[in-house]
């Protein structure tokens, strides 16, 4: 079975600064070996899952295809946290930075998740997956 090492996901914006602003006030870092006035490298995971932030401009070189903008939907990325806690906690600073609601948060039991655009208009669903109930 064919194995990926880590997953870096590209995705336009207009200001980096503003960027940098709002991931770091969700408590998010950078790195900086990746990272310059071009693009900045979203750790999302240490070492495995990045997204790679790149200013519309540098985006546009990688592609012959028109660039979405924040009004439309291209991909929803979806990450998975610890706790229920986390997701409302990483959600509510999303919103407090800057970000928008398009989506109420759903309890189906076993999973939780909750949404949020994020300064650009890409869409984030934060999810907590729980265990069976037995």
């Not at 929803?76 to 398009?102: N, P, W």
């Not at 650009?120 to 999810?127: K, L």
Request: net charge negative; charged share 30%; aromatic share 12%.
């Amino acid at each position: 079975m064919q194995e990926i090492k880590s997953i870096y996901v590209n995705l336009p914006v207009k200001d980096l600064e503003k960027t940098r602003a709002f991931w770091e006030g969700l408590g998010f870092g950078f790195n900086a070996q990746f990272s310059d006035e071009k693009a900045l490298c979203l750790i999302l995971k240490e070492e495995s899952i990045y997204a790679m932030l790149l200013h519309e401009s540098f985006f546009k070189t990688f592609t012959d295809r028109e660039v979405a903008d924040g009004r439309s939907t291209q991909v929803l990325v979806a990450i998975q946290v610890e706790s229920k806690e986390k997701v409302v906690e990483m959600v509510t600073k999303a919103l407090a930075s800057g970000g928008k609601r398009y989506k109420e948060a759903v309890d189906h039991g076993l999973m939780y998740y909750d949404s949020f655009a994020d300064i650009d208009g890409h869409q984030w669903e934060v999810m907590h997956m729980g265990e069976p109930a037995e």
